[in-house]
């Protein structure tokens, strides 16, 4: 029976920087050591599709539907517009926070400091431009529609930054030294 790589241990060791595209298999398999056809784990399955168009506008719907509900006294057609704008920036900031996380998290010096900076440049980005969306639309209850994602958000992004700790090879360069 073959054996299953297992996910990476988190470690201090410097990283190796991979440029990191979304539906980019063959790299995101390079990443986590599985070449020459020795299977995926479910930590990549899940990387794959937290990495997608079509998880980003599944999970953004959750946020619409809230944002509808949080701002239904102002009326339907608002309600509607800001849960449909809404819709679109979470899908947006979902699929394009995820770049943006793996961004910060080559900029650290090994995973756990890569993991620290991806979280926080991810929940930075998030927040900087959903604030501004609904400044800049009038959204009547802004506090009110973004709080409500807050705990989803921060623990997406604690999420992702630990799955891209998990799933990133460690430097070849650190073995020698």
Request: hydrophobic letters at 50%; charged letters at 10%.
């Amino acid at each position: 029976m073959p054996s299953v790589p297992r996910a990476l241990p988190l470690t201090n060791r410097p990283m190796t920087d991979h440029a990191d595209l979304p539906g980019n298999a063959s790299d995101a398999a390079r990443q986590t050591g599985l070449r020459r056809g020795k299977g995926r784990t479910m930590l990549m399955a899940l990387r794959q599709v937290v990495d997608g168009l079509p998880g980003a506008m599944l999970g953004a719907l959750v946020y619409a539907l809230w944002a509808v509900y949080a701002n239904r006294a102002a009326g339907p057609e608002m309600a509607i517009t800001v849960g449909a704008v809404h819709w679109l920036a979470s899908t947006l900031l979902t699929y394009y926070g995820t770049a943006i996380m793996r961004r910060f998290f080559r900029r650290g010096r090994s995973a756990r400091q890569g993991a620290v900076l991806a979280f926080c440049g991810g929940m930075g980005c998030t927040y900087v431009v959903l604030w501004g969306v609904h400044a800049a639309i009038g959204t009547p209850q802004v506090v009110m529609t973004l709080a409500a994602g807050f705990i989803p958000t921060l623990l997406f992004c604690l999420g992702y930054a630990l799955l891209l700790a998990r799933t990133t090879l460690p430097s070849t360069a650190s073995a020698h030294a």
